[in-house]
């Protein structure tokens, strides 16, 4: 048992890491892998991968890639448990517990599945469940083991996912009524001031607008999609809005406030896009380059990969395993002829 303050999110494991998914996720959770006030749970959640996703090659890739890019980046393994979902069987049983005391009422109103619905709809299908999986209808339960499996008080996540950590509320307390004290009651932790960044088109860089650029991509590829970025058609020697402008975003994302307000100077100053581009992938390359050449070193050696999930699983599972032990005993599977209780 720890009494530090445990602090757990999970990745799920369907795409390659981007410079998106680096500044509002992978980067605060590396600064705080170093906190030894905290106690950091990080996980490849790679069960929740399957609920959208039926590709295995691509499962265990993105497993990998995104393993391997925050190990490069500096994930403090001594301090964080690092680990793989699948790798904790406790938290697949807990799950099943934890769907035996949930309402199917609530799952009814998660965003996910409420959106599935919507979607059928909108096509004007006579199903409205069309294509709609046990797995994307339970998500948020799965989600919810997760979270509690691990006692974790703060969970850092993406405005998207907090509906979630409110069901996982509901169902820790459920589950205490009903059972006993067990869980500790987790508070989603959504970070305000992480940027976020634009993609190739302009909007939101996310993977389902497919307009992302990746974090670890070799130099001249890199170049080449930093080219790519849509601006708008104004001239060089136009005084530039550096509001809306992805060049601008993706710079200041990285750059220290000093040197976003040099580039916002050399906005109103009118500096060319095709200038502007050179001077972004300069900046980017610059500050990727040690963490790419520690990644291509990671993507070459996936056994060595493998042996520090493992390790990860095993400090996990010193939490999971007497949880579960309890959690067993207090819904009534026990050992026959034991003590009673
Ligand atoms: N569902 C989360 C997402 O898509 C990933 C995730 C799975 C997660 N389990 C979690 C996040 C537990 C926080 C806690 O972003």
Not at 111 to 120: I, P, R, S, T
Not at 121 to 140: C, F, H, R, S
Not at 231 to 236: I, Y
Request: glycine share 8%; hydrophobic share 40%.
């Amino acid at each position: 048992m720890s009494n530090k303050l445990h602090v757990l999110t999970g990745i799920t494991t369907t795409g390659t890491p981007h410079l998106g998914n680096y500044v509002g996720a992978i980067r605060p959770a590396i600064e705080a892998s170093k906190r030894h006030d905290v106690l950091p749970f990080f996980f490849l959640a790679d069960y929740h991968a399957l609920i959208k996703c039926h590709d295995p090659q691509r499962v265990q890739q993105s497993t990998l890639e995104i393993a391997a890019s925050w190990l490069a980046l500096g994930l403090d393994t001594g301090n964080a448990i690092f680990y793989r979902q699948s790798d904790v069987p406790e938290i697949a049983e807990l799950a099943w517990m934890l769907n035996c005391v949930t309402a199917k009422g609530l799952m009814n109103r998660a965003h996910a599945y409420k959106a599935a619905v919507q979607a059928n709809q909108d096509a004007g299908d006579p199903d409205p469940d069309k294509g709609v999986t046990m797995g994307l209808y339970n998500y948020p339960v799965l989600m919810a083991a997760d979270i509690l499996m691990f006692r974790a008080h703060k969970v850092p996540v993406g405005r998207d996912q907090v509906q979630h950590i409110e069901m996982a509320r509901d169902i820790a307390g459920r589950f205490n009524h009903l059972f006993g004290e067990h869980f500790v009651i987790p508070e989603a932790v959504i970070s305000e001031d992480t940027a976020t960044l634009l993609g190739l088109d302009g909007r939101k860089m996310s993977k389902s607008y497919d307009n992302t650029i990746p974090l670890f991509m070799a130099e001249k590829p890199f170049r080449k999609i930093i080219n790519k970025i849509k601006t708008n058609s104004q001239e060089p020697g136009e005084p530039k809005d550096p509001e809306g402008c992805t060049l601008f975003s993706l710079f200041k994302a990285f750059a220290t406030p000093e040197e976003t307000a040099a580039i916002r100077i050399r906005y109103q100053e009118g500096i060319g896009w095709g200038e502007m581009k050179g001077v972004l992938f300069e900046y980017l390359n610059d500050h990727l380059k040690d963490a790419r050449e520690r990644y291509d070193a990671l993507m070459e050696a996936p056994k060595a990969i493998e042996e520090i999930l493992l390790t990860g699983a095993e400090k996990a599972r010193a939490f999971s395993a007497p949880l579960m032990k309890e959690v067993r005993h207090s819904i009534g599977i026990r050992p026959l002829g034991g003590q009673p209780q």
